[in-house]
Nanobody, 125 residues
Framework: VQLQASGGGLVQAGGSLRLSCAASGRTINRYTVGWFRQGPGKEREFVAAMFRSSGNTYYADFVKGRFTISRDNAKNTVALQMNSLTPEDTAVYYC???????????????????WGQGTLVTVSS
């Protein structure tokens, strides 16, 4: 199983980026997919997730209304649309999949089995 995250880059504050997570070796809509991020000197934190069975989406409070997670079954990808970016959003963003996450655990890194390599997002002020 491989996850490939892409779409990161340098953007000015207020701008937008769209990250993509492509899965090979598994059908992505059968798994809960999460996005996490790790800023400089910080721990990896939950950003957003799409639950495998319902397709329901969940967000960290600090991204609600700005970020949107979505899935393209035909392309076997999950995207994270990020709008109204601020310098505080600067981080390496990771996608991950889980076949065992529950509604209570999907915000936890420990619930995820496979991780992509990360893509760097830098937001300048």
């Amino acid at each position: 199983v491989q996850l490939q995250a892409s779409g990161g880059g340098l953007v000015q504050a207020g701008g937008s980026l769209r990250l993509s997570c492509a899965a090979s070796g598994r059908t992505i809509n059968r798994y809960t997919v999460g996005w996490f991020r790790q800023g400089p000197g910080k721990e990896r934190e939950f950003v957003a997730a799409m639950f495998r069975s319902s397709g329901n989406t969940y967000y960290a409070d600090f991204v609600k209304g700005r970020f949107t997670i979505s899935r393209d079954n035909a392309k076997n990808t999950v995207a994270l649309q990020m709008n109204s970016l601020t310098p505080e959003d600067t981080a390496v963003y990771y996608c991950a999949t889980s076949g065992r996450a529950t509604l209570s655990s999907l915000r936890s890194r420990d619930a995820y089995d496979y991780w992509g390599q990360g893509t760097l997002v830098t937001v300048s002020s």
